[in-house]
């Protein structure tokens, strides 16, 4: 069974500060893909990235960066000069393998909060 | 201006009764997922259908239905069968041809039974 842990409940930072959000997954498939999502207070998930398992390369989006680590099956999240905009719960989410012609199944972690304050 | 759609944002019941929420995309994904979140968990996958007249249960499907007439629409029940109904439901949205996309959620629809 598929599994993902993101062990920090909830984070607290002042603003400018790097924070690192941990995702450590769980899987048998050798062919997986790993997302992360940003759930504001208004409720509604947003994307923030796609991995698949064969690209280990780290990812960098303007503050954001991935960190994508087979060896210890885990893909961090780093928020650079953290900003009271990225106040959220942010998800970690492992699909399961992927069978041509069929939906893909999510499973998430239970989310870290991250709460930001001047 | 493509999106998911779900009405209404808040819900309130009496206990015992069945209730529908709504869920509509204009992305033409083929694919559609409704999840639970419930207070410092994750979200879990209730039902998901991957084309028009077809669904498959999820990890909690029970005390639920589903339909899915129209690609656009992905109603869901929530019958007096479910223990506990009170909670946050999200419906996404997905490609669903070649490998895992990204799914696409809606804004959420909070359910309170009382």
């Known amino acids: 069974a598929q599994k993902v842990t993101q062990a920090q409940t909830e984070i607290s930072v002042v603003e400018k500060e790097d924070v690192t959000l941990d995702c450590v997954y769980e899987t048998r498939d050798t062919t997986y893909y790993l997302f992360w999502y940003k759930q504001p207070p208004s409720g509604e998930l947003v994307f923030l990235i796609r991995r698949n398992s064969f690209d280990e390369q780290n990812e960098i989006s303007g503050r954001y960066s991935w960190n994508f680590q087979k060896s210890t099956s885990s893909f961090n999240f780093t928020i650079t000069a953290s900003q009271v905009v990225d106040s959220a719960v942010y998800f970690c989410a492992l699909s399961e393998a992927f069978i041509p012609g069929t939906a893909s199944k999510l499973t998430f972690g239970t989310g870290t909060r991250l709460q930001v304050t001047l | 201006d493509g999106g998911i759609t779900q009405s209404p944002k808040y819900l309130f019941r009496k206990e015992g009764q069945n209730v529908t929420l709504s869920c509509e995309q204009n992305l033409n994904h083929d694919a559609m997922y409704w999840y639970r979140q419930d207070p410092g968990q994750g979200l879990r996958l209730i039902y998901y259908?991957?084309?028009?007249?077809?669904?498959q249960k999820g990890d909690i499907a029970e005390g639920y239905s589903v339909s899915r007439e129209k690609k656009e629409s992905f109603p869901l029940t929530v019958t007096s069968a479910q223990k506990n109904p009170t909670a946050f439901y999200l419906c996404?949205?997905?490609?669903?041809?070649?490998?895992?996309?990204?799914?696409?959620f809606g804004p959420g629809t909070r359910l309170t039974v009382t």
């Open positions: 259908s991957q084309i028009v007249n077809d669904f």
């Open positions: 996404a949205s997905s490609i669903s041809r070649g490998p895992p996309y990204e799914q696409y």
